[in-house]
């Protein structure tokens, strides 16, 4: 295999790798320091509080204005791209992912709050599926041009109907969206679309959601927050550890917790571990009216009883824990 001289020289020694990170890292931390740049992130601090958009006007500006997002990015590429044109082999010191159609830069992250700077490349893009969210969002277009659609949902959460509106992205284009209920997707990109993105999640964001866009209906939900997710993987793995011993806390949590994805995933765990707990906690969610979980808890707990009717014998039984 052949090895580039450059990469070689790295292998055998890595201070001109860590040089080379110092050296980006220094970049930005020049670009952060420039007093415009240095309002703003001060402000998105605040935002990621939860604060409103109105709340911080020299980050609404970027988002509901003309030339402000643009100089953002421009201060942005002139510290960076410099010192990355200088050592091809530094890694930029955000964290960043590309999938070869779509790329993200994530700017800054504080408690609610994300700053991303996106690109996605130029071609046709299917949509089969729509996702929602409990954030706020805004979009900045840059750069580029792509027709695409803004989906907004109605109707009950199982099964939805999709008003869609055609938009032209391109540059000065400003957009906000409420995603528990509206999103917007780039089917056609004719040059490469860059957009400057903020988002807000909400302080106890509820599950996302995946519609089928030809039908409504609901095809997958997760959880809402990093934090929730984490605990449905750690209780997942109790479950495939089988720790019987678990089985009473996780009841608990099916009546006690407030996200519904991780309720879900108790009462899974749960079953399977220990039948009589789970189908108590089961029966206790299908006979509730208001429980939010109570259409799937109906709907499991028939498809159960069709095919081990012997859950009859203890469905009276109390929900131990």
């Not at 002139?78 to 082999?89: S, T």
């Not at 949509?127 to 706020?136: E, G, H, K, Q, V």
């Not at 609901?218 to 793995?237: C, I």
């Amino acid at each position: 295999m052949r090895v580039h001289p450059a990469i070689a020289a790295l292998r055998r020694d890595r201070a001109p790798q860590r040089q080379a990170q110092a050296a980006v890292k220094q970049a930005c931390d020049a670009w952060c320091g420039e007093a415009s740049v240095a309002q703003v992130l001060e402000q998105f601090q605040l935002f990621g509080t939860g604060a409103s958009l109105e709340d911080c006007p020299a980050l609404d500006e970027i988002f509901t204005g003309q030339g402000r997002a643009e100089t953002l990015a421009q201060s942005l590429a002139r510290h960076l791209c410099a010192a990355m044109a200088r050592l091809p082999f530094a890694h930029p010191p955000f964290r960043h992912g590309f999938d070869g159609r779509a790329s993200t830069l994530l700017l800054a992250k504080s408690g609610r709050a994300q700053l991303l700077l996106q690109a996605r490349e130029p071609g046709r893009f299917d949509f089969p599926c729509a996702t929602f969210s409990d954030a706020l969002r805004y979009d900045a277009t840059l750069a580029g041009e792509a027709q695409a659609r803004i989906l907004r949902i109605r109707g009950p959460r199982e099964r939805v109907r999709f008003a869609e509106e055609e938009v032209v992205l391109r540059p000065g284009v400003r957009l906000g969206f409420d995603c528990t209920s509206e999103t917007v997707l780039a089917h056609e990109v004719s040059r490469r679309l860059v957009t400057l993105r903020l988002l807000q999640a909400s302080e106890n964001p509820q599950p996302g959601r995946e519609y089928c866009r030809q039908t409504g209906e609901l095809l997958h939900q997760s959880a809402g927050s990093l934090a929730t997710s984490r605990r449905e993987m750690m209780v997942a793995l109790l479950g495939r550890m089988e720790c019987g011993e678990a089985a009473p806390i996780m009841a608990v949590m099916v009546r006690t917790e407030s996200d519904e994805s991780l309720r879900w995933q108790c009462l899974r765990e749960c079953l399977a571990l220990d039948s009589e707990a789970g189908f108590a906690a089961l029966s206790a969610i299908a006979a509730s009216g208001i429980d939010p979980l109570g259409d799937p808890a109906r709907a499991l707990r028939t498809q159960l009883i069709d095919d081990h009717p012997q859950l009859l014998q203890v469905e009276a039984a109390p929900c131990r824990g």
